[in-house]
């Protein structure tokens, strides 16, 4: 399973990536294991870690932890928003 | 047009900067049925949001292309199930901007008022939660991104006892 990753506003600059395409390794199934997946390099990825504040989108759309990821998903990380 | 169509035709994510007076204008423009035009619009405060430490020479809003106006569309289409409208505009701008500059622009035309009012304080609470856009503001120290702020959240979730 493969998929894009994007990063944005302080994340984005924490880890120095925007985007990123991701082959999945078997056993990530939700948004929630791949957010551990990727905190679990360690380092500046410690910044999506388990009680940062991190929001997430699925193809465009705010979703919680369990819902489940796809081949070819577009996956977004990002802070709270701030705008108005 | 659809419905549909015309809601979705109201929103604008854009760097330009937008005439007040020409949205309101356009709102009503060549119909007879509108009886209320409310509207917001939103402007950079040098002392935005942090309220202490070093006053905000200028901000850049950064979004999320394509998830960005999908949301404001989403919040408009609600809008349109919880009251009874004639016609939206929202425009958001990103990219660089400095005090006095205006961020945000929220128009809503209906019959009377109650709707108009309602519904334009509705988007707007509903666009700072869930928007995807965030500032980052420039101090003599440096760039500062601002923190979400718990207020914008119970703003917006006042609306839901609506359901």
Redesign the interface.
């Given at each position: 399973m493969s998929v894009k990753v994007l990063y944005f506003a302080n994340l984005r600059e924490t880890l120095g990536y925007s985007h990123e395409t991701l082959t999945l390794p078997a056993g990530i199934a939700t948004l929630g294991d791949l957010r551990a997946h990727l905190a679990h390099r360690g380092g500046v990825w410690e910044a999506l870690g388990e009680g940062r504040n991190v929001r997430a989108a699925i193809n465009q759309e705010m979703v919680g932890p369990d819902v489940a990821v796809a081949d070819r998903d577009e996956i977004a990380f990002f802070p709270p928003v701030t705008g108005g | 047009m659809s419905e549909i169509q015309r809601q979705f035709d109201s929103v604008a994510v854009q760097e330009a900067d937008f005439d007040v007076g020409d949205e309101i204008a356009t709102l009503s423009a060549g119909r007879a049925d509108v009886g209320a035009v409310a509207s917001f619009v939103?402007l950079v405060r040098a002392d935005k949001?942090s309220g202490e430490g070093s006053a905000v020479s200028a901000m850049t809003?950064?979004?999320?292309p394509?998830?960005t106006e999908?949301?404001l569309e989403a919040i408009v289409t609600e809008a349109y199930g919880r009251w009874s409208l004639l016609g939206t505009r929202v425009i958001?701008r990103f990219g660089r901007l400095v005090p006095g500059d205006r961020?945000?622009f929220v128009g809503v035309a209906s019959s009377h008022r109650g709707d108009a009012f309602a519904a334009c304080e509705f988007i707007?609470d509903y666009?700072?939660?869930?928007?995807?856009?965030?500032?980052?503001e420039d101090t003599p120290e440096g760039g500062r991104?601002?923190?979400?702020?718990e207020a914008?959240d119970s703003a917006a979730a006042r609306w839901d006892a609506w359901d």
């Open positions: - | 939103g949001l809003l950064e979004h999320y394509g998830m999908k949301s958001h961020i945000v707007m666009l700072k939660t869930r928007a995807p856009f965030w500032k980052k991104w601002v923190d979400a702020r914008d």
